[in-house]
């Protein structure tokens, strides 16, 4: 289990202090000018999503307290501050493996590292209050059996998640007021979002560490982005993303970070996992029976026509959407699908089960804990999987 985003929020801070903060952070990008090197960004904003590798610290001069009629409402108080970042990032480049396990000291590290880049000093971390925390877990499976495990997540009805909710090829995405659920190939988030971010970080590296003019800088880099890549292919990660609201419910307010232990942030994330893979079963088990779909089409266009459009739903069952859009003209994939939905028929969360000898994805996988295939070790120690927190401080 590793620690991925996490939003802190300071104790109240002299206005001396949060204005000097204010000014350094509107957008501040360390340049080493020598190099060209970028050594950090932070920035006074929200972070975009999951994959921003930014430092976030936002200056606040309000905040909500409850009125006379118990509604929250903003009122001005003692100035603070808001930080949030991928610590996971922050301290190793990367999310592909590896990971802060031990929360209230990547909490403390973080304070740390803001005071050493912003030149100032900031009460200890034991006494800030927790706001966010994403807890992920990785498991090594192969890109094709991740698109296998993305297809049967597509065929799944989740209904108590089904508001917020996002399906796509190669990731799932349930969002909640207290919790959100994600899983998703990192293969190709990875491509998507992180491979420029760190070819650009590489090639400053190796040009500080080796000189600008060395010929073998581009092969170096294109050897580490490679080998993550390739280790990022064969990589299912599974983050659940814990809201302010669930710490406020379980703590009665936001805790402070020596409140929260890696056994209650161990326990949410076994539990909202479990609840969702549980929710899925049972959508998948109320849909209609196999016959009923075959006498209910025969009944109302035929028997030639009510199996020719069985054959149709079954696919639709088996392969999905997607794929049985590719096997069909458009006009006879529309034309099909809207006549199962006039006669009532659905092709969602069904009774049918496929099941082959040549499965990519093993028959006993499931993302929890206990599975076999979870990866808690660092990368094999190769240098070419490797970032060490040394060589982050040689770029910091």
């Known amino acids: 289990m590793a620690y991925d985003t996490i939003k802190l929020k300071s104790p109240s801070l002299s206005r001396k202090l949060v204005e000097c903060i204010q000014n350094q952070c509107f957008l501040r990008t360390g340049l080493e000018m020598a190099s060209g090197e970028v050594r950090y960004e932070i920035f006074s904003g929200e972070l975009l999503g999951s994959w921003d590798a930014r430092i976030s610290v936002v200056p606040k001069f309000e905040d909500y307290e409850v009125n006379k009629n118990g509604r929250p409402e903003l009122r001005p108080c003692e100035p603070y501050i808001l930080i949030e970042a991928s610590v996971h990032k922050v301290f190793t480049g990367h999310n592909v493996y ?22 100032i000093e900031l009460p200890p971390a034991r006494c800030w209050t927790v706001h966010r925390v994403d807890v992920a877990l990785v498991y090594r499976l192969s890109k094709l059996a991740c698109k296998e495990f993305f297809d049967g997540m597509q065929l799944i009805s989740f209904p108590r998640r089904k508001k917020g909710s996002a399906k796509y090829a190669m990731a799932v995405y349930f969002a909640g007021k207290t919790t959100t659920v994600k899983f998703y190939h990192k293969g190709s988030e990875f491509a998507v979002h992180e491979r420029s971010r760190l070819r650009n970080f590489f090639s400053n590296l190796f040009a500080h560490l080796h000189g600008k003019s060395d010929p073998d800088n581009r092969a170096r880099v294109e050897r580490k982005i490679n080998a993550l890549q390739r280790l990022a292919d064969n990589r299912l990660r599974v983050e659940v993303e814990i809201h302010s609201d669930k710490l406020q419910y379980d703590f009665e307010k936001n805790p402070r970070v020596d409140e929260v232990t890696d056994a209650y942030l161990q326990q949410v994330y076994d539990k ?27 009944g109302v266009y035929g028997h030639s026509a009510g199996n020719r459009l069985y054959g149709f739903w079954s696919s639709l069952c088996t392969l999905g959407d997607e794929v049985t859009r590719e096997q069909f003209p458009k006009t006879v994939f529309y034309r099909n699908r809207k006549q199962l939905e006039d006669a009532g028929v659905s092709w969602r969360g069904t009774d049918v089960v496929v099941v082959a000898n040549d499965k990519l994805i093993p028959s006993d996988f499931s993302p929890i804990r206990s599975d076999k295939r979870l990866c808690y070790l660092p990368a094999r120690n190769r240098e070419e999987y490797n970032v060490s927190r040394e060589t982050m401080r040689l770029a910091a």
């Open 272 to 298: 909202e996992v479990e609840k969702l893979l549980r929710e899925g079963k049972q959508g998948m088990d109320t849909v209609r029976e196999t016959r009923a779909v075959m006498r209910r089409l025969q």
């Open 98 to 119: 590896g990971g802060p396990t031990d929360f209230q000291k990547v909490c403390s590290d973080f304070v740390v590292l803001l005071e050493n880049l912003l030149c």
